[in-house]
């Protein structure tokens, strides 16, 4: 069967949240996991993805996402919506939770096919950022680095920023080589961050 972009207008359904390994759901799906520092915009740019408004909780404060929230995009792909790592004003032992149970997530689940590695574009990669990625180049994740909030610098800086990018992209030779600069806002970008995301998509 072929598919298009229209695929992530499919209906999107909740399964799950998780706050323990334990209560991880059942691998089905092909999955597509947002990560990337709190605040980045990983819960917006979910709900841009597949153009809904609410599906998944976004909020100002750092520390919205406290589980890992699993959604179902029609019959062909789950996407998860993750904590943040970094900062995020949570006591010290949630967050060292909340990194463990993503670790065990990225290290350990099957049906994971891509991570998308989120960037604020106002700040670029930052160093928890590298070490993050620095832990990813040494599992066998296939990850992707998304700039996000695009809207809210100048062409100028956007420039900087994705040279920059491109420059940190070349030392963490497990990543992806095409970076995707995206808006939650204006919607800059989705379509190529869904054309990337496309061939995971299962097929009947
Ligand atoms: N201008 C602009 N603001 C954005 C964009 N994406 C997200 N935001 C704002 O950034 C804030 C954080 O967005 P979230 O999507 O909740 O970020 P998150 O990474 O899920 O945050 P945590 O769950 O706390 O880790 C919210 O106030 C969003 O409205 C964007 O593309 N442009
Ligand atoms: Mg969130």
């Known amino acids: 069967m072929n598919i298009g972009l229209n695929f992530f207008r499919s209906p999107c359904q909740f399964i799950a949240g998780a706050a323990t390994l334990e209560s991880l759901p059942p691998v089905t799906l092909p999955e597509i996991a947002f990560i990337g520092r709190s605040n980045v915009g990983k819960s ?4 841009a993805l597949v153009g809904q408004k609410a599906l998944a909780r976004t909020s100002q404060n750092p520390g919205a996402t406290k589980q890992l929230n699993f959604f179902t995009v029609g019959e062909g792909l789950v996407i998860v919506d993750m904590p943040g790592y970094g900062f995020a004003r949570v006591s010290k032992q949630q967050k060292g939770e909340w990194d463990h149970l ?19 574009a106002r700040r670029g990669v930052m160093k928890p950022d590298d070490e993050f990625m620095d832990m990813l180049d040494e599992t066998a994740v296939s990850y992707q680095i998304v700039l996000t909030k695009t809207d809210t610098v100048s062409e100028k800086d956007l420039n900087t920023v994705l040279q920059s990018t491109e420059k940190a992209l070349k030392s963490h030779v497990a990543a992806h080589p095409v970076l995707i600069a995206t808006s939650a806002e204006t919607k800059s970008g989705i379509d190529m961050l869904q054309e990337q995301l496309l061939p995971f998509v299962h097929t009947k």
């Open 102 to 120: 993503i670790r065990q997530y990225l290290l350990g689940r099957t049906s994971l096919k891509r991570a998308c590695v989120l960037i604020d």
């Open 44 to 47: 917006s740019l979910v709900n």
